[in-house]
Nanobody, 123 residues
Framework: VQLQASGGGLVQPGGSLRLSCAAS????????MSWFRQAPGKEREFVAG????????YYSDSVKGRFTISRDNAKSTVSLRMNSLKPEDTAVYHC?????????????????WGQGTLVTVSS
């Protein structure tokens, strides 16, 4: 499956953004999907993940309660709604697909990655 992420941009602290990831291929529903992010000078970090059928969902502690991941298997898309954004959320966000049975935070278990979309939170 090939992934194309979009929706990044510049937003003020406290603002919102919605990232989308479109997948090609007919096997999207067989993949666990997650969002990762990487800030300058930092390692890639798990943000949120969602099971094949849309549940369960998992979030990192740093975004829990502010971000919401969802997917639409009929449209082969996964989205990340980000509210109450903070400067520390600034990063390149990647969507990723894994054939693992369950959502995992281990990036090495994801075989397909989108190109990334930049989110900048700044006043």
């Amino acid at each position: 499956v090939q992934l194309q992420a979009s929706g990044g941009g510049l937003v003020q602290p406290g603002g919102s953004l919605r990232l989308s990831c479109a997948a090609s291929g007919r096997t999207f529903s067989t993949y666990v999907m997650s969002w990762f992010r990487q800030a300058p000078g930092k390692e890639r970090e798990f943000v949120a993940g969602i099971g094949r059928s849309g549940y369960p969902t998992y979030y990192s502690d740093s975004v829990k309660g502010r971000f919401t991941i969802s997917r639409d298997n009929a449209k082969s898309t996964v989205s990340l709604r980000m509210n109450s954004l903070k400067p520390e959320d600034t990063a390149v966000y990647h969507c990723a697909a894994s054939s693992a049975v369950e959502v995992t935070a281990n990036p090495n278990l994801y075989t397909n990655w989108g190109q990334g979309t930049l989110v900048t939170v700044s006043s």
